[in-house]
């Protein structure tokens, strides 16, 4: 189902561009994530947000910045892309009132970036 | 910080036979929620099994089942009559209880192969 969108769902762009790349949900949930994939290492947190108005760094923010411009849409920006930021990029969403005690998080199809 | 260790990176099993993926995890909590999730060569991050570190009776989905060991911090999946389709990486993860909790830790990943 396509509750969580992304796009692009691909992109290659070079060393020092500006790239954004989109989320947005059907869900109606009120948190939205943004996660990277590497190989070998797992998905790590790069930022998070509860609501319009509250936007919270990660494990990993340092290179990127985030907009959460309504409850359902959620960007993450890399300012002046560098090779080491290539990887494959998540969004999800949760929402404790509709999942219950899990709180459980439902991903997007990711975005995969190379800078080259 | 929590960690979580899936000593894995690959596996294989033969079409219809059963396999155990291990996933340990390290916490000073005593309630906590573990998860595992596939993701196929789509990309896309699947839910496939959920536990409640307070719950006894160990999760099962289907053909999935986990076996929850609290005290040893362990949470591995089972998947019983394997199919072709549940080639995938499979990533366990963590996230704490605590109020207002809401970063998953996932562990490295393990890739799943299926031989018919």
């Known amino acids: 189902d396509a509750d969580v969108t992304q796009t692009p769902r691909n992109r290659i762009t070079k060393t020092g561009k500006r790239i954004m790349l989109e989320c947005s949900q059907t869900?109606?949930?009120?948190?939205m994530y943004w996660y990277r994939q590497d190989p070998g290492l797992g998905l790590r947190l790069i930022y998070y947000?509860?609501?319009?108005?509250?936007?919270n760094k990660g494990e990993i923010s340092d290179g990127y910045s985030v907009s959460r411009q309504a409850q359902a849409k959620f960007s993450l920006s890399l300012e002046s892309a560098i090779p080491n930021q290539t990887a494959l990029y998540f969004c999800a969403t949760s929402d404790p009132r509709t999942s219950g005690i899990y709180n459980e998080q439902f991903f997007g199809p990711g975005t995969r970036l190379t800078v080259l | 910080a929590q960690t979580v260790t899936q000593s894995q990176p690959e596996m294989s099993v033969q079409e219809a036979e059963t396999v155990t993926l291990s996933c340990t995890y390290d916490?000073?909590?005593?309630?906590?929620?573990l998860f595992w999730y596939k993701q196929p060569p789509s990309r896309q991050m699947i839910l496939v099994i959920r536990q409640e570190a307070y719950k006894q009776q160990n999760a099962t989905e289907n053909r999935f089942s986990v076996n929850f060991q609290k005290a040893a911090k362990s949470f591995s999946l089972k998947i019983s009559d394997s199919q072709l389709g549940d080639a995938a990486m499979y990533f366990c993860?963590?996230?704490?209880?605590?109020?207002?909790?809401?970063?998953?830790?996932f562990g490295k990943g393990t890739k799943l192969s299926v031989i018919p």
């Open positions: 993860a963590y996230r704490s209880s605590g109020a207002g909790s809401y970063q998953l830790t």
């Open positions: 916490t000073s909590e005593s309630d906590y929620y």
């Open positions: 869900k109606g949930h009120d948190r």
């Open positions: 947000s509860f609501d319009v108005k509250d936007i």
